[in-house]
């Protein structure tokens, strides 16, 4: 196999990046090289082609490590991954399915997050299914946190069992797709909601009080890292598991109720990945941490979902497990316009034209999520061809965001 990576190297550590023909910044490429003179990176920081700068690590990176982790690599939007099924003909038209999808699962934001906010709970009752995963499988691990650090409820407890099944904000959507052989899928976007920010945060600031007591000099502060057996990396890795069952039962709840409120079955296996999390694995001989910054596994029996931007195709893939990604791919397009510069320079009518054929919101609101914002994903893929193998090409039909 040719490689089709190329290699960054700086005082002998070195970047393996899958970025051929994609367009990377500067700031990115410093930011990797950054990231890679940290004392404990394990051979190699990769890079996928959707990477961008991120807070501390880099947006598309994978970074394996020994005897130590950055919580900030992992970030606050904690096991946030994708979900996808290929569903029976939904018998709608896609104004139709917009409507319904709304209606049935909370999104956006809004009385800053309190017990009126659109995208929770507090004001509907939730379904039986949302209530049993919380009550028989998150509740336990939510209390055993919260009892030991009691922090995390200040200045008032996150959200936790009222954002169970609910979408979020931001890049988080809910689609129905087409595939190329005229099969209709759901494909949806979130993670573990505002709890999992709440983690997220609070372990971030501990790494960083850590490093300061410690006396240890960071390039970047939120580079400050948890150092392997100590009491709170044990628990960071804790908190982290649970939240990747948040993560995972949050996709699972909005799927039972996209599916309800479409009135489908669905078709074959569902496929779900995370991109925002921290795992033990095998590479090169050894045990290792490997921490997935908008980067999903792709071992050579994973199938993983890669989004394009509103209103352009996305893939389903089957991973080549290329044992130089750690065996990893992109998470989705990638971003080339931070939100600011995208609202700044796409007006309403460039997205009303870019999201031609989609249901979705066409208002001012979204101008951040317009696909100019991101990356080419026929680029993207092309860059990671030796890391996944496309097996179904989706186009969006409806798009749902908050």
């Given at each position: 196999m ?14 393996k990046?899958w970025?051929?023909g994609?367009?990377v ?5 410093d930011?990797?090289v950054?990231v ?5 990176i ?5 890079a ?9 690590a880099?947006i ?17 939007d ?10 029976d003909d ?5 104004e ?14 809004s009385d800053?997050?309190?017990k009126?906010?659109?995208g929770?709970?507090w ?5 039986k299914i ?13 209390a ?5 650090f009691?922090?995390l409820s ?8 009222k954002?169970l ?5 931001g ?6 797709c ?6 209709w ?8 909601r ?7 945060s609070f ?6 009080e850590?490093?300061k ?11 400050a890292?948890?150092?392997e057996g100590?009491?709170?990396f044990?628990w960071?890795?804790h908190?982290?598991?649970w ?19 479409l009135?489908v ?8 990945c995370?991109h ?19 980067a ?15 209103g352009?195709?996305s ?5 080549q ?5 750690f ?26 034209l870019?999201?031609k ?12 999520e317009?696909?100019a ?6 680029a ?17 039909v409806?798009?749902?965001k908050?």
């Amino acid at each position: 196999m040719s490689i089709e990576y190329e290699v960054i190297t700086y005082k002998d550590k070195m970047i393996k990046a899958w970025i051929n023909g994609v367009d990377v910044d500067r700031g990115t490429i410093d930011q990797l090289v950054q990231v890679s003179q940290m004392p404990f990176i394990y051979k190699w920081v990769a890079a996928m082609p959707d990477c961008h700068i991120g807070m501390g690590a880099t947006i598309g990176s994978v970074i394996a490590t020994k005897g130590a982790v950055m919580p900030a690599a992992t970030g606050v939007d904690l096991s946030c991954g994708m979900q996808a099924v290929m569903i029976d003909d939904p018998m709608k038209t896609p104004e139709e399915m917009f409507e319904a999808i709304s209606a049935a699962v909370p999104h956006g934001r809004s009385d800053n997050g309190g017990k009126k906010d659109v995208g929770s709970w507090w004001d509907r009752r939730p379904p039986k299914i949302q209530k049993a995963l919380w009550e028989d499988y998150l509740y336990v691990g939510y209390a055993t946190l919260m009892s030991r650090f009691p922090q995390l409820s200040q200045p008032r407890p996150a959200n936790s069992e009222k954002h169970l099944g609910t979408l979020g904000t931001g890049n988080h959507f809910i689609e129905v797709c087409l595939d190329t052989d005229d099969n209709w899928w759901v494909m949806l976007h979130s993670g573990s909601r505002g709890i999992g920010n709440r983690i997220g945060s609070f372990f971030i600031k501990q790494a960083k009080e850590y490093c300061k007591q410690h006396f240890i000099e960071l390039p970047d502060p939120n580079l400050a890292y948890l150092v392997e057996g100590t009491d709170l990396f044990t628990w960071y890795i804790h908190a982290m598991e649970w939240a990747q069952k948040f993560a995972r039962s949050n996709r699972d709840v909005m799927m039972h109720l996209v599916l309800a409120a479409l009135n489908v079955d669905p078709v074959g296996d569902y496929i779900d990945c995370h991109h925002n999390f921290i795992a033990k694995e095998h590479h090169f001989g050894q045990d290792v941490w490997v921490t997935r910054k908008g980067a999903v596994r792709a071992r050579d029996y994973d199938m993983v979902i890669i989004p394009g931007s509103m209103g352009e195709k996305s893939f389903i893939c089957l991973g080549q497990g290329n044992k130089d990604s750690f065996k990893s791919c992109a998470h989705g397009a990638g971003r080339k316009m931070s939100r600011t510069v995208a609202k700044n320079t796409i007006t309403v009518e460039d997205h009303i034209l870019a999201t031609k054929g989609v249901a979705c919101r066409k208002d001012a609101s979204v101008l951040d999520e317009s696909p100019a914002a991101y990356k080419d994903i026929n680029a993207v893929m092309e860059a990671q061809k030796d890391l996944v193998t496309s097996v179904s090409q989706l186009k969006q039909v409806v798009s749902v965001k908050g």
